[in-house]
């Protein structure tokens, strides 16, 4: 059956009334559609998400795969982008109509020695631009592990330019996983087009993040979560550098919204849960307030990935709320119903 949707749409909070024609919204009234009224957003989106697996070095298992993507849509998740996998996904992957849109970056790239064994691909650093550009061709996005445990060197910003570089040239994007200064400052300077998590990132750098158009992920839930099992931990470098880093990620998250840094809400969760992305909201709000921390998880996270919202040709997602969001950010939890690709799938 086609699907109406009515109410008041966010960001603007202006009154909508769209039909699904397909895959895509149109302002032509269709006889006959059954009709959802209530508060409209976009579509959550999961900027920072890892399906597939549930601990590092696991690979890709599509059953588990499926399943959470299950687990994102039933959270009103309607895309996702995977920065990094454990393997090279199945081809329904992103576009199956029972599971999100997707964009992925393929398995991480890292440098001989960092991240984990298992995972990703390991090169020489001399090899990451070569490597970074043939998975931006094949899939549109290129993750570089610009540094891992804390006494590592990072990727030296030469090397990461020249990634960036390789990857615009075939026309796709960085994302980069830095939790130190340095590893930030090189991608920063490379001009990447997302910074994964930015622990330790420099406030200094927010105000050409801004100009250059990098985003910031900081999958700050996460890092809440674990912070108090490392807390409890022996005193030490890595408790230091993790748990001054989770205070400076904070106060970070606040100061790249204040400069105009695009931020995306990312839940790096591994395992999966439904509440993952809601958690990240929560979480965000908490230091950008509820508006922004809803555009980091919806409206401003679709516009990065290239996904319209709702208004006719866009394509047709939508999650319904029985009250403002914004106002009661639990409504989240309770969505009157999630519209995927032009069908109720909630």
Known sequence: MVVRIRGRALPHGEHVDLCAD??????????????????????????????????????????????????????????????????????????????????HAGPWIARHGQFFDDWGRHADVHELPGLAAAQAAKSGWAKIIADWSVDDEPVPVDVMTAVVAAVHAVGGRVAVHTQHAAGSAAAVAAGVDSIEHGMWLSPDLLDRMAAQGTALTPTLSGFERALPDVAAKPDGPRKDWFVGGVHALRSLVTAASEAGVRILAGTDAVPHHRRAVLDEIHALSARIGPHEALAAASWHARAFLGLPGLEPGAPADAVVYAEDPRLDLD?????????LRGRRVR
């Open 22 to 103: 397909g895959d895509r919204w149109t302002d032509d009234p269709v006889p006959g559609a059954e009709v959802v009224d209530g508060w409209l957003l976009p579509g959550l989106v999961d900027a920072h998400t890892h399906p597939g697996t549930t601990d590092a070095n696991q690979p890709l298992d599509e059953d588990l795969l499926r399943e959470h993507l299950r687990q994102h849509v039933d959270a009103g998740v309607t895309a996702i982008r995977s920065p990094g996998l454990a393997g090279d996904p199945p081809p329904w992957f992103g576009t199956d109509p029972d599971t999100p849109r997707a964009f």
């Open 331 to 339: 409504q989240l939890a309770h969505p009157v119903a999630v519209i």
